[in-house]
């Protein structure tokens, strides 16, 4: 059965900066896009980063020159690096894997002004 763990969120002040991580159980990391999404209560999961099997990063626009996606194959794991932080950024994360529309349980992360 394949997990996604997600980790690595906390509580930033502005500015700040976090790296999140989604480890992937099982065999299918490799080949398969990733994806990073984020949800605030009482609003859709939006997109946030997508980092395809060859390493390439698609971002939405609200996050673009501020997080970088990339991924680790031999680690089976996705990173999204997260910088200049500011409280719009405050949700819980999720990663996905694309093709097979899976789930991690999500991290929270909080930016303070």
């Known amino acids: 059965q394949v997990r996604l763990v997600e980790s690595g969120g906390g509580s930033v002040e502005a500015g700040g900066s976090l790296r999140l991580s989604c480890a992937v159980s099982g065999s299918i990391f490799r080949g398969a896009a990733m994806g990073w999404y984020r949800q605030v209560p009482r609003q859709q999961r939006e997109f946030v980063a997508r980092v395809s099997s060859e390493g390439s990063g698609e971002y939405a626009n609200s996050v673009k020159g501020r997080f970088t996606v990339s991924r680790d194959d031999a680690k089976n794991t996705a990173y999204l690096q997260m910088n200049s932080l500011i409280p719009e950024d405050t949700a819980v994360y999720y990663c996905?894997?694309?093709?097979?529309?899976?789930w991690g349980q999500g991290t929270e992360v909080t930016v303070s002004s």
């Open positions: 996905r894997v694309e093709a097979l529309d899976l």
